[in-house]
């Protein structure tokens, strides 16, 4: 048998090194993928968790928002008028907007309660808002707005 030249020797073990280092290659590729997944998956639970927490505040807050309306419609007082302008404006910024549904507007159940039927022609329409609901800019409901529905005869 013939020993194998140096020069193939070395031409073997470049060979061997280069898939090694291609293997290499792959594997770093393959962790630096997987952490910028956990990377981006973590910051969305970050970010839903942080909603979570402002939506239980939120929802404690609105009760607040709506006893002061109320107070504004019998008081009618500037102040109190003011304060609750402010209050929307610090809502809105925290991306909410209200679901303040017209008398005639088709009912959606996805952001619409029925809490009373009203005799009408108009079935399947709002008769009146009882109390006005939130959503994210999103689109994800925080409160749904209450309201009276017409129902056929």
Do not use: C
């Amino acid at each position: 048998m013939k020993a194998k030249s140096d020069n193939e020797v070395g031409h073997s073990k470049l060979k061997a090194n280069s898939l090694e280092i291609e293997e290499l290659k792959s594997q770093l590729a393959r962790a630096l993928a997987d952490y910028d997944n956990l990377r981006k998956r973590t910051e969305t639970e970050r970010q839903d968790i942080e909603k979570f927490v402002s939506l239980r505040l939120i929802l404690r807050l609105l009760s607040v928002f709506d006893t002061l309306e109320s107070a504004q419609k019998h008081l009618k007082d500037q102040g109190l008028a003011i304060a609750i302008n402010e209050f929307k404006k610090v809502l809105n910024e925290e991306g909410l907007e209200e679901i303040r549904p017209e008398k005639g507007e088709k009912f959606d159940h996805n952001v619409h309660e029925a809490i009373e039927s009203v005799s009408g022609e108009k079935s399947g329409e709002i008769a009146e808002l009882v109390l006005p609901g939130w959503k994210f800019t999103d689109g994800h409901v925080v409160r749904v707005a209450k309201v009276k529905a017409y129902k056929g005869k």
